[in-house]
């Protein structure tokens, strides 16, 4: 047997049967134990295992063991199998004589990645725990709470799931607030600390945004109950999902949040219609372990909270949370230390592209395949899933669920978005107005529309297989360059703020326009005196400067 176990916890343990150990390392806490008699097929054996924290220290935290809102992640129990903590960076490697490490990913092509899930173990487990905490504070785990009980200074809480849960689980204890809600059959409740209540109706609406979103466009909700737990900052700045438990970083409940501001954008809400998407991409479906996984989890959960945002917030938070996912994108590309990868084929750490790239991708789709279609396929690549035992869904199958859906003019969106690193370099280069006799105004357009690939080194490629790309020379002769144009994006034109659109500038005229090639000049009649006009204005595309994709216009 393969043991690993915490690093910050003292653990001892035993079987119900003899064992010795062929050998035991404390520094890396990974054993490797020999049964003196082999596990029949189909037998059964029992683990035993007491675990205790190292104290905390003024100058050292080992554990997560707190006065007040403690956090202890299943990962501190021993598991079994092999953890991969291998030295991976180069010059360590030389130091100790060991060559270089092939940083190998499986392909999602290969059909034998299909039965390996992608992170922790794909069995469902039954849970039950006994969780004890002083008198004063609340202990929480996955499951419902059957009864508790105080017995002198201690009180116990017990906890059981209806229902088999992935083999993760968490426990919390505190001095919290709860607020309760409900979202149709389904109990809400939010533990805080008591006075950190600035966004906890702004978690609540994201989850019940998200819940009524996936459930109308996916499959019905499987937890019986949702938790929201506070903990402390110093343990972690993230939210995930955990049973019918959501641990949340208290960094989502003090947050300075107005969305009365400009360019603020309710990340509570956000993050918790993220966190809710997961119920069903990554709980109800598991990706192969292979690349692009997190294609199937991360990217799907971030479109579906792009969407929540927009129908709740509108389409202003929703450009705003484009943006900053472009710049995300465009940042992380740019620190990249070793390979840019297209979004089907993503590593497990580039999260720039699982998350950034990937919420821009999707929400693209939905905007030129129709949100109806799209949730159509991912719905049909589910349910295709749920009914295949022990077969992981990959990054590729999920294209390939959507491809017929693509009309014939769009099925280059597939090639940009998904299987290559492609991105735009548009440009509006000058926009005038004038006013017309019937009152209403012309607007001419000069703009540019570039696009090119790059790859996994950042190096721009202006050719396509044996297609040779486009150039433009312009009046300062510089030669501009670009892959074979036939694409689609879209043309704003603005008009002055009004209050009736809260401050908002008013939108005269948005529509898709096909451009062949780079240089362009479009002639459009709007009924009010416009102010500014756009190309992608809404940032749907990867574009190298988003700077430039906006000018006010000229009278």
Not at 40 to 64: I, K, V, W
Not at 112 to 141: C, H, M, P, R
Not at 420 to 430: P, S
């Amino acid at each position: 047997l393969l043991i690993h176990y915490s690093y910050n916890e003292n653990l001892s343990y035993h079987f119900d049967r003899p064992s010795t150990y062929l050998s035991q390392d404390d520094a890396i806490r990974f054993d490797v134990v020999l049964l003196s008699e082999a596990l029949a097929p189909g037998a059964q054996m029992e683990m035993y295992f007491t675990l205790t924290n190292q104290a905390n220290t003024l100058l050292r935290t080992n554990s997560n063991v707190q006065q007040n809102g403690s956090f202890l992640n299943g990962r501190i129990f021993p598991r079994f199998g092999y953890r991969d903590i291998e030295l991976k960076d180069k010059q360590k490697r030389a130091t100790y004589g060991l060559p270089e490490k092939q940083n190998t990913f499986a392909h999602p092509a290969d059909s034998t990645t299909w039965k390996q899930v992608y992170g922790d173990d794909a069995d469902l487990v039954n849970f039950e725990a006994i969780v004890s905490t002083e008198a004063d504070q609340t202990a929480i785990a996955p499951g419902r709470l059957h009864r508790t009980w105080t017995e002198k200074t201690q009180r116990y809480f017990h906890y059981r799931t209806d229902q088999k849960i992935p083999h993760a689980y968490s426990f919390h204890t505190g001095n919290y607030q709860i607020k309760r809600d409900q979202w149709r059959e389904i109990p809400l409740e939010v533990y805080y600390h008591p006075t950190h209540s600035y966004n906890v109706e702004n978690i609540l609406r994201g989850i019940k945004a998200s819940l009524a979103y996936c459930t109308s466009a996916f499959s019905p909700f499987q937890m019986q109950r949702l938790r929201v737990v506070e903990y402390p900052k110093t343990l972690g700045t993230y939210a995930t999902v955990i049973a019918d438990n959501m641990p949340y970083s208290e960094l989502y409940f003090i947050g300075d949040i107005d969305t009365t501001k400009k360019d603020q954008i309710d990340f509570p809400f956000y993050v918790s219609a993220h966190e809710i998407a997961h119920y069903w991409w990554g709980k109800q479906i598991n990706p192969a372990n292979a690349l692009g996984a997190k294609m199937l989890t991360e990217s799907l959960a971030e479109y579906v909270a792009l969407k929540t945002l927009e129908k709740t917030h509108g389409k202003s938070q929703m450009r705003q949370f484009l943006k900053f996912d472009m710049d995300a994108y465009l940042q992380g590309r740019a620190n990249e230390s070793q390979e840019e990868m297209p979004l089907s084929l993503g590593k497990f750490s580039q999260d720039y592209i699982n998350y950034r790239k990937g919420a821009l991708v999707f929400y693209a789709l939905s905007e030129y395949l129709g949100e109806d279609q799209l949730n159509a396929a991912l719905r049909s690549f589910s349910e295709t899933l749920k009914q295949q035992a022990n077969n992981f869904g990959t990054s590729l199958q999920l294209i390939d669920q959507i491809r017929p859906i693509v009309p014939d003019s769009f099925q280059y969106l597939l090639k940009d978005l998904f299987e290559t690193i492609t991105l735009y370099d548009n440009q509006v280069l000058k926009a005038t107005s004038t006013a017309l006799a019937n009152g209403t105004y012309q607007v001419d357009i000069v703009l540019n529309v570039r696009k090119y690939r790059s790859d996994g080194k950042g190096n721009p490629s202006f050719s396509d297989d044996e297609t040779a790309g486009l150039s433009y020379s312009n009046s300062t002769q510089d030669t501009l360059r670009s892959l074979v144009l036939n694409d689609y994006l879209e043309v704003a034109v603005y008009g002055a703020p009004k209050e009736s659109n809260k401050g908002k500038a008013t939108v005269l005229y948005f529509q898709k326009h096909r451009f062949e090639q780079i240089h362009n000049r479009i002639r459009l009649i709007v009924a009010e005196k416009p102010t500014a006009v756009g190309i992608d204005p809404d940032h749907k595309f990867i574009d190298s400067n988003t700077n430039d994709n906006q000018i006010p216009i000229e009278d």
